[in-house]
């Protein structure tokens, strides 16, 4: 079963706490992903992670931090969260080789609201 | 600089019509084009995706084109049905591995209503 699992689906925090975002997906894709969806904007990129331990930053990365100590586990980190991190977080994975046969597969986002 | 525009920004259509979205993208190289269907709430799940320099795809109820020499994509949904509501979401990709960037539209909001 093709699937990539968040972990909360729904968070509340206070400004400067710490946040963790965590992914799971079952078909031992090497690349996955994390995204911000906000309104009237296409995803932004925060980070991208080729394998374990070889993470690169993507478009927004400032405030954010990832850790990938397995294939099947990428967990976004927010060190003292701020209200305009308030989104919604989008994990993704994809085969290595992303061309007309390998798409990305989604999660189903983590909304996070930071007060 | 938002190098893919999705129109409309919205779209309400009755139940059985048919309906187009447009994606014009600016993005190079261009090495293929996605779209994705947005369920409220939900994440994305692809439903098509053109390659060729002028390339159509069916899948069901919904076809799209693609003409890269206009940068032009367009998505049909012909007899739309009520669980065709979503927002829809044209993707660009500058390569075919994941070294390469995608490019996100904002997306088209489509209502389907009785």
């Known amino acids: 079963d093709m699937k990539v699992t968040q972990m909360p689906r729904y968070l509340i925090k206070r400004m400067g706490e710490n946040v963790l975002l965590e992914c799971g997906q079952d078909?031992?894709?090497?690349?996955m992903y994390w995204y911000r969806q906000d309104p009237g904007l296409g995803l932004q990129l925060i980070y991208i992670?080729?394998?374990?331990?070889?993470?690169s930053e993507g478009d927004i990365p400032k405030g954010y931090r990832v850790s990938r100590k397995k294939r099947e586990h990428f967990s976004l980190i927010l060190d003292s969260a701020k209200t305009n991190q308030t989104s919604v977080y989008f994990c993704?994975?994809?085969?290595?080789?992303?061309?007309?046969?390998?798409?990305?597969?989604f999660g189903e986002g983590s909304r996070l609201i930071v007060v | 600089k938002t190098q893919v525009e999705q129109s409309p920004q919205s779209l309400v259509v009755r139940q059985g019509e048919n309906c187009v979205l447009q994606?014009?993208?600016?993005?190079?190289?261009?090495?293929?084009l996605r779209w994705f269907k947005q369920d409220t709430g939900k994440g994305l799940v692809s439903l098509t995706v053109?390659?060729?320099?002028?390339d159509k795809t069916s899948n069901g109820r919904y076809s799209a084109t693609l003409d890269k020499d206009a940068k032009h994509s367009t998505l049909h949904i012909t007899a739309t049905l009520l669980d065709d509501t979503a927002t829809y979401i044209c993707?660009?990709?500058?390569?075919?591995?994941?070294?390469?960037?995608?490019?996100f539209g904002a997306g088209t909001q489509l209502i389907v209503i009785p």
């Open positions: 993704a994975s994809s085969l290595r080789d992303r061309d007309s046969g390998n798409t990305l597969y």
């Open positions: 078909m031992s894709h090497e690349t």
């Open positions: 992670s080729y394998d374990v331990d070889s993470n």
């Open positions: 994606c014009n993208y600016s993005v190079t190289p261009d090495n293929h």
């Open positions: 053109l390659v060729d320099q002028k």
């Open positions: 993707v660009v990709g500058d390569r075919g591995s994941a070294l390469g960037r995608l490019h």
